[in-house]
């Protein structure tokens, strides 16, 4: 096991915000705040879900925070006291990705090899699973990876840094980079940019600042109570869920897609199904979906699902 990297203090600075937000779960026994098709908790997602379960130590808070669909690998972020550690797992070995003393580590995106990560210094770094080695640190304020390649942005400048080769390149002027299709898309003044030539549906979009994309499905707030979403072979772009305008209150963030599912908050969590337009509202925990599974955290307890194994959620 690699030597535990102690850092500093957490330091309120620019971009800190994005990492701890990955890292306070919602609170899942806040009431739906839901406008749309609104559906409850499948029992054969609770049947799938129980099939991987964990149950953390007395002093301990485990949550899976990344997946990937072709395997049964999970990233695993622990809690014991003041130590946080991250570990890729399967069923033949544990890796240590890395361990930091009185921080946090979140952020977390995986491709299947590659690993980008952030720590409560918003320090991002990447970790290849194949070598084995130190996380190395390749920017500031998170980032998404896919392919081995990982964007983010430094709050002006939309960066996309080949991870084998160890190269960065600026792409563009922006915030809120992820990969959709064979190229890269961001946000500028509350319209997408791309580095090739974008797509007619979503030159006259209005995106508040929530982004997200699982390289087919792209998803995204507009103002903050509607969640959007557009793929290829769609005309135009489909509201996807809608929640009640409450004065003070969080909007619709953190949305995550994989599939035909996405996963976002809004005080409390919420799974919509792209299909049937139907959204799932829980009291039984926290769910997210993460690289082809759906994960649940409740209290010491993380379970994790495929998304190929669930049932579709129904029409209302």
Not at 68 to 77: I, K
Not at 243 to 269: H, L, M, N, Q, Y
Request: overall charge negative; glycine content about 8%.
């Amino acid at each position: 096991m690699r030597t535990l990297v102690a850092l500093a203090a957490i330091t309120v600075i620019s971009g800190c915000t994005v990492a701890l937000q990955d890292d306070a779960l919602p609170d899942y026994t806040a009431p739906s705040k839901l406008v749309s098709c609104a559906v409850g908790l499948p029992e054969q997602w609770k049947d799938e879900l129980a099939r991987n379960r964990t149950e953390a130590g007395s002093h301990e808070r485990i949550t899976i925070v990344g997946a990937n669909e072709n395997t049964d690998t999970t990233l695993v972020r622990t809690k014991r006291n003041q130590t946080t550690e991250l570990v890729l797992r399967d069923n033949a070995k544990r890796q240590q990705v890395m361990a930091v003393q009185d921080q946090q580590i979140s952020g977390v995106e995986f491709d299947g090899r590659w690993v980008t990560f952030s720590t409560g210094a918003d320090e991002t770094y990447a970790w290849d699973a194949r070598n084995d080695g130190a996380p190395v640190q390749i920017g500031r304020n998170g980032a998404v990876v896919r392919n081995g390649k990982a964007a983010w942005s430094d709050g002006k400048s939309v960066h996309v840094y080949d991870l084998a080769k160890k190269k960065d390149r600026v792409v563009g002027q922006g915030t809120k980079p992820d990969f959709f299709g064979d190229t890269v898309i961001w946000l500028q003044n509350g319209k997408f940019v791309s580095e090739a030539a974008l797509p007619e549906p979503l030159r006259k979009v209005q995106a508040s600042g929530n982004v997200a994309s699982d390289g087919r499905t792209l998803v995204w707030t507009q103002g903050e109570d509607t969640l959007h979403g557009w793929r290829a072979d769609w005309t135009e772009p489909r509201e996807l869920a809608e929640i009640k305008k409450v004065p003070k209150t969080e909007g619709i963030t953190a949305p995550r897609v994989s599939g035909d599912f996405v996963s976002w908050r809004s005080e409390s969590g919420y799974v919509t199904d792209i299909r049937s337009g139907a959204t799932m509202h829980t009291t039984e925990g926290a769910l997210e979906v993460h690289g082809g599974a759906l994960t649940l955290e409740d209290g010491r307890i993380a379970a994790s699902a495929p998304l190929s194994t669930l049932s579709p959620l129904p029409n209302c």
